[in-house]
């Protein structure tokens, strides 16, 4: 959306030169079925635009609204190189701050505005965060099946295809299970709420799972697996424990956000490491995350805390303390978003693992220069900027509806119809 520059919110401070923001819009596509919401600047300077990552999936088109209706007016005349007193504006302009659609919105500014700064540097983004201090970043990918001996068999294919960290998750009974293919049976008949998720059989199974992906796959492969949210502290402790003679990489979200206090505890009591973050949804209790000694991973999705430069300041406090980075980077991250973690995961010697997702062709096609894991491994892009364009004819062919995330969540439910967090 274009519109003309409003005199309060007018250049501060002289600029170097004369570029400045002209337009900012929001463009939603769904190439894989997920929404992807991308944030477009553009600039006097003919040609020179930007584009970073605002995906909330769940809530995309508020952010939209966010975007054009409120985030626009406050920098259309401003310079695109004042990034961080932009976002800052961006952030305390609406008082009450932070959350995810407030935080995607100011991400896919954020992002975009160090794509244009890259563009007019000629160099990519990672050389203006510093440069490298690795190759490429080791990726872990998602192994699933219905039951052990499948998804063992989908971790075989992925051994093959040259991952070495691999995400494990087999089929539980009922509606609410994750990560997984659902099991169409009843997980107690005659409970209230018959296909109900059930805490116990999870606790007892899962350690069964990764037995089993000891014997068969060796040691030399690193496993991992993700709880989701959906335990008590003193249950988190029992899974760890559980799992220790099977030497897991991490064990991912054991706890709900509304429960986070109690992270140190179950980080202290664990032989596993703990990684947390993913529904982090500001700067602020993620770091409080890395400095109070609740994770030894933190794994935040980079648009919901507001973009690339909160993820930097979120990974130069986790070098202080020792905690690695794990960026969440599943499909309902863009590939924009993609590259912006990668950037952060060869420029900082906090990096541990980075979640990856092998793009379809059709997201390749709607976003040319979209990143390749090759081995397990991705590599920046070296062009200038993230390296990243976005056909918008191609994305028209995939228009996004609401996500089916709600109507998952409304079915995870525990064996007595209990709503349990997803």
């Not at 096609?365 to 993230?386: A, C, M, S, Y």
């Amino acid at each position: 959306m274009t519109v003309p520059a409003e005199p309060a919110f007018a250049q501060p401070w002289p600029a170097p030169d004369g570029v400045r923001i002209t337009g900012v819009r929001a463009i939603v596509t769904a190439p894989e079925g997920i929404p992807l919401v991308v944030v477009r600047v553009d600039t006097s300077d003919d040609g020179l635009f930007g584009l970073g990552c605002a995906t909330f999936t769940q809530r995309w088109r508020s952010v939209v609204a966010f975007v054009e209706e409120h985030l626009a007016r406050l920098v259309v005349g401003r310079y695109p190189g004042d990034i961080e007193d932009l976002t800052r504006l961006a952030r305390f302009s609406a008082y009450w701050r932070d959350g995810p659609v407030g935080n995607n919105a100011i991400s896919g500014l954020d992002q975009a505005l160090w794509d244009i700064a890259g563009k007019r540097a000629g160099r990519p983004v990672h050389e203006l965060l510093g440069g490298k201090v690795r190759a490429a970043a080791d990726t872990y990918i998602h192994a699933a099946g219905r039951d052990i001996d499948s998804a063992l068999d989908d971790a075989e294919r992925f051994l093959a295809a040259g991952w070495r960290h691999l995400r494990l998750q087999v089929s539980q009974p009922g509606t609410g299970a994750y990560g997984a293919p659902p099991l169409d049976r009843d997980t107690l008949p005659g409970a209230p709420y018959a296909r109900g998720w059930n805490v116990g059989h999870y606790l007892r199974t899962t350690p069964q799972l990764f037995a089993a992906a000891r014997e068969r796959l060796g040691d030399d492969v690193e496993l991992l697996h993700d709880v989701h949210s959906r335990l008590t502290p003193k249950q988190a402790v029992v899974l760890a424990r559980s799992v220790e003679p099977y030497r897991l990489f991490f064990l991912e979200d054991v706890l709900p956000p509304e429960h986070w206090d109690a992270l140190p505890a179950v980080r202290a009591a664990s032989p596993v490491p703990i990684a947390v973050g993913e529904l982090a949804t500001s700067l602020s209790d993620a770091t409080r995350l890395v400095l109070g000694g609740g994770v030894d991973l933190i794994r935040c999705h980079v648009s919901a805390i507001g973009g690339l430069s909160p993820a930097r300041k979120l990974a130069a406090a986790a070098e202080l303390v020792g905690v690695r980075t794990a960026w969440h980077a599943p499909g309902d991250t863009s590939p924009v978003g993609a590259a912006a973690n990668v950037a952060l995961d060869v420029t900082s010697a906090a990096f541990g693992i980075q979640e990856g997702h092998v793009y379809s062709d059709a997201v390749h096609e709607v976003f040319p220069g979209t990143l390749r894991i090759v081995d397990g491994w991705l590599k920046p892009n070296e062009q200038p900027g993230w390296g990243i364009d976005l056909d918008e004819q191609a994305a028209a062919r995939f228009p996004a509806g609401l996500s089916g995330h709600d109507a998952w969540a409304a079915g995870v439910r525990g064996l007595d119809g209990g709503l349990i967090a997803p």
